[in-house]
């Protein structure tokens, strides 16, 4: 079983910016899929970001690319999610998520762990 606990989140100005981090359990984060989802008021939660085993691999929503970077460090079973640039809406509460096996998934339904979320709030 893995657990993962989310960090970082909180009140920034559009413009600003913030880092997210999600510290994992378990001994299997080295062959985790790691990827981060958001889910704004109202919305369904949506795809923000993945990364494979490695590192070597990422993806990322079109909503985002450019301003947000997804990384990890296997040593610490941490991954991070460097938000630049932040919009109004970018805010939602953030959630990592875990998946097994190689491919970088993109849909809520592809990831196995999830951890209960930090709050992005994005004042214009």
């Known amino acids: 079983q893995v657990q993962l606990v989310e960090s970082g989140g909180g009140l920034v100005q559009a413009g600003g910016s913030l880092r997210l981090s999600c510290a994992a359990s378990?001994?299997?984060?080295?062959?985790?899929?790691m990827g981060w989802f958001r889910q704004a008021p109202g919305k369904e939660r949506e795809f923000v970001a993945a990364?494979?085993?490695?590192?070597?691999?990422?993806r990322y929503a079109d909503s985002v690319k450019g301003r947000f970077t997804i990384s990890r460090d296997n040593a610490k079973n941490t991954v991070y999610l460097q938000m630049n640039s932040l919009k109004p809406e970018d805010t939602a509460e953030y959630y990592c998520?875990?998946?097994?096996?190689?491919?970088?998934?993109?849909?809520?339904?592809?990831?196995?762990?999830w951890g209960r979320g930090t709050q992005v709030t994005v004042s214009s």
């Open positions: 998520a875990g998946r097994r096996g190689p491919r970088i998934g993109t849909h809520e339904a592809e990831y196995d762990y």
């Open positions: 378990g001994r299997t984060f080295n062959n985790l899929v």
């Open positions: 990364i494979s085993w490695g590192g070597g691999m990422t």
